[in-house]
């Protein structure tokens, strides 16, 4: 028999298309690479001592290091961020008949376990300059049945913990910290993931501490963290799942559910994680000084942050663009030129979540009429949503570009983005023009 091309094959029959998701140079004026020797060296040794499956050492020292750093009493890993939402859920004691309230502007796994657990998702608004989630239009769609809020620390920047607390504090609803993609991020001197009730990382392919798949759950709070392992940990008893004795007689096996990390990526995470405090520094270095070089750059502006915040991690760099002050350029004009100079620029990635047709329109998950996101046509009572509900979001996202982030960039490679983008800015108008007249 002849040889397979598989690329030419039905996904069906062994010719899906390859997907990798993880961190990529950024050209000449970022030769950064994310993994080194030392990632690899770590899960070859790691590979020969059969560290492969379980609470290993390596594992146990990196919930340790985690938990040192973010000021958390408990930590443990899982297999992605999803399931350490997942975790935070259940560890809150989230269930059928719940609501859980979340921004819309976000990605999907942050509120994905929500409907799982029999929880309907509640979404609201952002501020229109920090793109946080917005507390007081939280607070209007706080319902009896409302258990927790997911609060996501979007792009690295940080939400205005000051206001969630006290928003919590009055109507007793649990702060979920979604730190996904703001790793060694601070408000006012503390760690972000541990200042709500429960705090959620992702340790995904390209997030700045990476375990090719990973994540991790983080808790004060012992009654979450020991429901957090009873839902995730199977057959991991010795020394840590347990603090006291309330779930004694459900171990070693729990729940039956094991969304326990795979050790060589925990492995990888630990030499990524010394690394965590250089990195950010470069990223924050090379974003401070673009965003200090937009001042006086008409149509653009940066993110703002709430007082005390310090962002880290830095996921994306997104910055605003306003077409009326760039000389009635739209953004996507905008982003086309800044690429034909050289930029790496794009628009916002994340669709708003009650735009898709799940939440919009409703969905019968488990079948029967029997799903939190069912619509009176299939039994439940589920509103789904409408273009429009969510104004501010709807119009800020689609005004944002996002910028590359820079982590070992080169001398003057900031000078070089800022330059770009007063390139295109002074000649707006006239591109703008152009436009118009091959519209015509």
């Not at 080169?410 to 707006?428: D, F, L, S, T």
Request: net charge negative.
């Amino acid at each position: 028999m002849g040889k397979t091309n598989h690329e030419n094959l039905p996904a069906a029959l062994g010719g899906a298309p390859v997907f990798v998701q993880t961190a990529e140079s950024q050209g000449k004026l970022d030769p950064w690479r994310q993994m080194t020797e030392a990632e690899a060296q770590i899960a070859y040794d790691m590979t020969l001592r059969n560290e492969l499956s379980g609470g290993t050492p390596v594992v146990r020292e990196f919930e340790q290091m985690w938990r040192e750093k973010h000021a958390t009493r408990f930590a443990v890993s899982v297999i992605n961020g999803t399931s350490a939402i997942h975790s935070a859920m259940f560890g809150l004691g989230i269930g059928p008949g719940d609501e859980v309230i979340t921004p819309t502007y976000n990605w999907i796994c942050s509120i994905a376990p929500a409907p799982m657990l029999m929880a309907r998702p509640v979404f609201c608004d952002i501020h229109p300059q920090t793109l946080m989630i917005d507390p007081e239009d939280a607070r209007r769609r706080i319902t009896e049945r409302t258990r927790a809020i997911v609060a996501v620390h979007l792009w690295g920047n940080v939400c205005d913990m000051d206001a969630l607390m006290k928003l919590s504090e009055e109507t007793g609803v649990a702060i979920i910290e979604d730190c996904s993609h703001a790793h060694g991020a601070m408000y006012k001197g503390r760690p972000c993931g541990s200042i709500g009730h429960v705090g959620a990382w992702s340790l995904q392919g390209s997030k700045p501490t990476s375990a090719g798949e990973g994540g991790m759950v983080g808790t004060n709070d012992v009654d979450i963290f020991e429901r957090a392992c009873l839902i995730g940990q199977v057959n991991r008893v010795a020394g840590l799942d347990l603090v006291t004795d309330k779930y004694k007689h459900l171990q070693p096996l729990g729940l039956g559910v094991k969304f326990r990390a795979h050790p060589l990526g925990i492995g990888i995470a630990s030499v990524q994680m010394k690394k965590l405090d250089e990195l950010n520094a470069r990223r924050r270095n090379h974003i401070q000084t673009v965003e200090a070089g937009l001042a006086g750059i008409r149509g653009v502006q940066p993110v703002a942050k709430y007082e005390g915040a310090e962002p880290a991690g830095f996921y994306g760099f997104p910055i605003h663009h306003d077409p009326e002050e760039m000389g009635g350029l739209s953004t996507d004009r905008f982003i086309d030129a800044l690429n034909k100079e050289g930029l790496r620029a794009r628009g916002n990635g994340y669709p708003l979540l009650h735009t898709l047709p799940l939440f919009a329109d409703g969905f019968d998950i488990f079948t029967r009429g029997r799903g939190p996101l069912c619509t009176p046509e299939m039994g439940g009572d589920y509103q789904g949503y409408q273009p429009g509900d969510f104004p501010i979001a709807e119009k800020v996202c689609s005004r944002l570009v996002f910028l590359p982030v820079f982590s070992a960039p080169v001398e003057n490679a900031a000078e070089q983005v800022i330059a770009a983008i007063r390139k295109v800015a002074e000649h707006a108008e006239e591109l703008a023009e152009q436009v118009a007249q091959a519209a015509d």
